[in-house]
């Protein structure tokens, strides 16, 4: 278990970083779980909205200011607020298995990490402006925003770790010589545009017509009418919380999903006992259509496939940079000077053998059923931990959890060519592509 650590700018450059043995247990309790212990770094001002004002909670560097801002969008995003909308999903869910239905018929091969993606773009129009943004119905990149993002996460990422006296010099270069990341920057303030469109279009929507979608807009747009003055949340606030989200929750639940969805592909044992569990719920009347959230989270196997592919691989795939506050701190034992930066990162954490066991590097869902789970549990930070963890928790399993069980129990997936393994891409978002997938369709009980 390694963690990593490098001194502050002024004293050496970041390249010097430490790596040195901790226990994973001790670290996440000692650093992450603990409230107000150790605050981001700068490497999370270059995930900023390019604007002058506010920036969203999650670039938010002051603790205390962050937590404020944090707690007045907190309650929208609870699970019992999320399923309030699980319709939403539902909608969404329908049309992806629609489209796959007819590949599947013309026997065609589809772009799974694609189209995983353009569900998880549109899952979040539809909970946050009430509206999918139509990436699976137009079977485009609409405004070109997929492409964008993928354009920027290196930027981001390198301008985040090179030493800050290099920052703005490799981005003049970049914005200079790049004409991808110029593509892309224009590609992103279309899509701020387009989503200030859909805030203002719901906002009218919603003073004009009484419709009882509760959407996250919907419930942000109620906390400014009632509470903004109070907490200085303004129409401008409702803006930058929704786009942010949707930056931060896309990509993000895609990754997982295309990584549960790939190992089971490469571990038949596991997709066929799955698919068991998942037909005889079905047969017999414990995992509706659509599938409902509190029906599918009782499925100890699902569970399982579905830690162990956010464990083999997390969503973000380099360190959560803490800065290490004044007087220095103690962490596992060891002492760091202030001003330090230390890290740590799921993708190493999750492959601890003390926790997950001597095959930690391979995909076992039955370590989740057989296993010390509480143990495990703790020591996964897919979602990050303490009072920084993932706000879009619940919106994400609760994506996962529908929509899993519906693709295993209406197709069975297979690699078209499984000689081949998927391509990483880890600029922090640790993105995959080159999943190509033949769907055959089933009916239950059948493989
Ligand atoms: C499987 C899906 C997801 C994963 C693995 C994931 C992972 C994470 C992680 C690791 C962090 C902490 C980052 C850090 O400490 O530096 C985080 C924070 C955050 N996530 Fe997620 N995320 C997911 C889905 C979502 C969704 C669906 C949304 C919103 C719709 C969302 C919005 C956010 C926001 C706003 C933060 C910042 C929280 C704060 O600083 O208070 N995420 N996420």
Redesign the pocket.
Known sequence: MVMTASKPYSDHFRLSTARRPFSTRYLIFDGFHKRSSLH?TDY?DAWAPPNNGYV?????RDEKE?SER?RIVNKA?SMSSVLESENAIDSCTQIFCETMRKFAEQNSAVDLGLWINMY?FDV?GE??YGKMFGFMSERTDIGNYMKAIDSLLPAFTICGTVPLYLTKLYLASTILFSPSVRGALGAVKHIEKASEAAVKRRKQELEEIKDDKRD?LRKMLEINADQGEDFDFTYRHVCV?SH???F???D??A???NSILYHLMRNPAAYNKLTTEIDAATADGTLSTPVAYVEAIKLPYLKACINEG?RLH???GLT??RLVPAGGATISGFHFAEGYRVGIN?AVVHYDKDVFGADADNFNPDRWIEGDTMQMDRTM?????????????N???S??YKLIPQIVRLFHIRLVDPSKEWKTHNYWFNKQTDIHIYLTERTYGSN
């Open positions: 981001q999370y969203g909670h999650f670039p938010t962050h944090r995003y998880a979040l909970l946050f996250m919380e942010s989200s949707i931060a929750g896309a993000t639940t990754i997982a999903i956010m997390p969503s973000v959560m940079p799921g930070i897919q979602f990050g931990a303490g009072p920084r963890t993932c706000i879009g928790k919106i994400s399993l994506e996962i």
